[in-house]
């Protein structure tokens, strides 16, 4: 083989992009037409002009793609080149993305924003270490329990059937170490478990019930907001590296700016959504502080230990601290 010939295979290794471009496929559970995918499309049209034409996505939403798990699976495997995924999709990556989704641990959005803002370069190196970039990711509403019958105490969940992701193997024991009944379930598979009474209740967001209509089934909602509802873009490092340094910056700013707006747009519409849920017979059940604190007493004797078991202790110290930081700096 000729030196010349050498030079320019190794020039087409460096720069992938010189000639052909790159079709990135995406997977999100969002629904077409919700607030995230929307941001998607705006992040696949502006990547797709800042690099003259040379990448293009192709968005597979409402979980066309399968669940998050299959979606992370279909990244390692080059099915699938990124996705944007929530905080159960992002533990099958990081496993510690859980300490970010403890019960209760954050008060406010404020709280949240913070940790997740001083947090982030910690985390892109996990990520990096398990072969995956991250670009970005944000609030985007809060979590509440939906059931079918009307949940206040915790014993009004415990005898109830509860859907869990069942990423996790720890996790499902540890609610079933505080006497909950869990049922492992992925997001697909929600709405024919509800109704053929394989489950009774799962913990999602107001605007995710609506936009599936599981409330038409599990038409009672806790208004306790048990954690934020974490979304991240994610893209394999095999992808980022195919495209050429001199995009990567601009790529990964620009899929900050498109998700800043995100959690305003999702509380108005989380807000319309709440009204035609209650129109349609969802019935929202208010919780007394004391019984408040009840939960956060008995959810905390079942993270406890599965934190000091399963996760970075130092790291959720570090979260801790950073939350008690912000906390003394406003005064609470």
């Known amino acids: 083989m000729s030196k010349r010939l050498l030079a320019v295979l190794a020039l087409a290794v460096v720069i992938p992009l010189s000639v052909s471009g790159l ?22 049209a502006t990547w797709t002009e800042m690099t003259n034409g040379r990448i293009s ?21 080059g099915q699938l080149q990124a996705a944007a995924m929530t905080g159960s999709g992002l533990e099958g990556i990081v496993n510690d993305v859980f300490l970010l ?14 940790v997740l803002d001083h947090i982030t370069p910690t985390y892109k190196k996990l990520f990096a270490e398990k072969g995956f970039v991250l670009l970005g990711w944000t609030i985007a509403g809060w979590i509440n329990f939906f059931s079918r019958d ?39 598979s929600l709405m024919s478990g509800l109704s053929s009474g394989m489950i009774d209740a799962l913990y ?48 990964e700013q620009s899929a900050k700016e498109v998700m800043k707006p995100l959690y305003s747009d999702t509380r108005k519409l989380e807000e319309q959504a709440m009204t035609v849920m209650e129109n349609n017979g969802l019935t929202v059940n208010t919780v007394p502080p004391s019984v408040a604190q009840q939960w956060r007493s008995l959810l905390d004797r079942g993270v406890k230990p599965l934190i000091e078991s399963s996760y970075s202790t130092s790291l959720y110290d570090k979260i801790k601290s ?3 930081s912000y906390r003394s700096s406003n005064g609470n």
């Open 23 to 44: 079709t990135i496929k995406m997977g999100t559970l969002a629904p077409a037409g919700s607030p995230w995918d929307e941001v998607l499309k705006k992040l696949s």
């Open 101 to 114: 989704n403890v019960p209760f641990l954050f008060s406010n959005e404020a709280e949240a924003n913070y």
């Open 204 to 251: 999602t967001s107001p605007l995710a019930a609506a936009s599936y209509q599981w409330f038409g089934i599990a038409n009672n909602m806790c208004a306790l907001n048990i954690a934020p509802l974490i979304g991240a873009i994610v893209v394999s490092e095999r992808t980022w590296r195919q495209i050429p340094q001199s995009y990567r910056t601009d790529m």
């Open 322 to 324: 950073l939350i008690q």
């Open 150 to 188: 009307p949940v206040v105490t915790p014993h009004d969940l415990q005898v109830q059937k509860l859907a869990v992701a069942g990423t996790n193997p720890d996790q499902v024991q540890a609610w079933k170490n505080v006497g909950f009944h869990v049922i492992p379930l992925d997001t697909p």
């Open 57 to 77: 996505v192709t968005i597979y939403p409402g979980a066309i793609a399968g669940g998050e798990g299959d979606m992370v699976r279909k990244m390692r495997i």
